[in-house]
């Protein structure tokens, strides 16, 4: 494991894809959002490509990858979460499969090439702007957390301006955006089709939503049935288990 980690990183367990993935307290853990929205996305088996947007330390392509053998391109603007996710990559011996490019989403679509992909998952910033909590916060979760280097605009814009007509965007997103972004999707010809909240327990308003779009598509949207993380006694129920151990333990 020589030059593997760096600091105070990590090697983690992904135990139901049986991966390993790297990770630092003081930079950036994976939170259940991106496993959810792995989770929630349409996957092509075999054709196709996968463009996946503020991609951190590679958690969504890492998860995506053993469900399809089409090629996986992660975007990620900070040169320390870029280096994690390529370290990972290499470790589990998925370079032929997951490219890694340090790069502004903003600015990635001429290097990517413009209606060229199948589908783009994107986990985005959720907080408009910086605020008091930043105080608390080293620049890598500042930037990871709030609109600095890129706005819930951006992100969707670029998502479309990437995928071909009828190819897919999913995006997680907290519950309170909602409109803004369904109204960003179809400003920018991402036609919503499936919504699904997430709730912590099922007697709590749920804390996050993901959204999947159709570039070009036809009205219409259909409400999956909510995800419940925990049940009464404060344990992961099955669906979440079974999403993120493989199986009901």
Known sequence: MVNLLQNDERLDHLLAENLRIIQSPSVFSFSLDA??????????ARKGSI????????????????????PIIGVEIQPRLADMAKRS???????????????????????LGKEKHTIVTCNPPYFHSLDRSLKNQNEHYAIARHEIMCTLEDTIKTASELLKQGGKASFVHRPDRLLDIISLMQRYRLEPKRIQFVHPLANRDANMVLIEGIKDGKRGIKYLAPII?????GEYTEIVREILYGEVQ
Do not use: M, W
């Open 89 to 111: 990559i290499n470790y589990n011996q998925l370079e032929s499969k997951i490219q890694i490019i340090e790069h502004d989403l903003r600015t990635v679509v001429p290097l």
């Open 229 to 233: 993380v925990h049940d009464d006694q």
């Open 35 to 44: 496993v959810l929205l792995a989770y929630f996305t349409s996957i092509p």
């Open 51 to 70: 463009v996946d947007l503020c991609s951190g330390n590679g958690i969504i392509p890492l998860l995506i990858s053993k469900h399809t053998e089409v």
